[in-house]
């Protein structure tokens, strides 16, 4: 027989501030991918603008031979995480393997700080001269 006791504790009964601790525990891509849209109560603290001023897209080394999984990650995060806060972020951390689709996805109007992480220098002069001439 399977009866719950009252003494049981659900993870929606944890106040925001322990959730909030909890979310820090997970990267930014695990947060956006696996948490928002579950209820409006995690939206509301994911989406948080001071908590999303500062979006971490850096893909773990260990992630990066699943590369379909990290596809279909970034491109939930680009398509429906992306345009419902990129004018509340300030600072955009991405790598080699997160930074086209990241700041291919929408425009960052607020966007002061970005910074590039675990990049070859060869694939770096590949993304600037793109952009170069992209802008010609």
């Not at 009964?13 to 928002?36: A, C, G, Q, T, W």
């Not at 970034?74 to 992306?82: G, Q, S, V």
Request: charged content about 20%; hydrophobic content about 45%.
């Amino acid at each position: 027989m399977n009866v719950l006791n009252s003494n049981d504790i659900n993870i929606l009964d944890l106040p925001d501030e322990m959730l909030f601790s909890i979310f820090n525990k997970l990267n930014m891509v695990d947060r956006s991918y696996s948490l928002v849209d579950v209820n409006q109560r995690f939206n509301r603290l994911i989406l948080d603008p001071s908590y999303i001023q500062h979006l971490d897209f850096v893909i773990k080394q260990d992630d990066i031979h699943n590369s379909s999984v990290d596809t279909h990650i970034l491109d939930r995060i680009c398509e429906k995480i992306l345009p419902q806060i990129n004018g509340k972020v300030n600072k955009l951390t991405v790598d080699q393997f997160s930074m086209e689709r990241i700041l291919g996805a929408v425009d960052y109007p607020q966007l002061h700080s970005l910074s590039l992480v675990n990049y070859q220098l060869k694939i770096l002069l590949q993304h600037l001269k793109g952009m170069f001439i992209n802008l010609i």
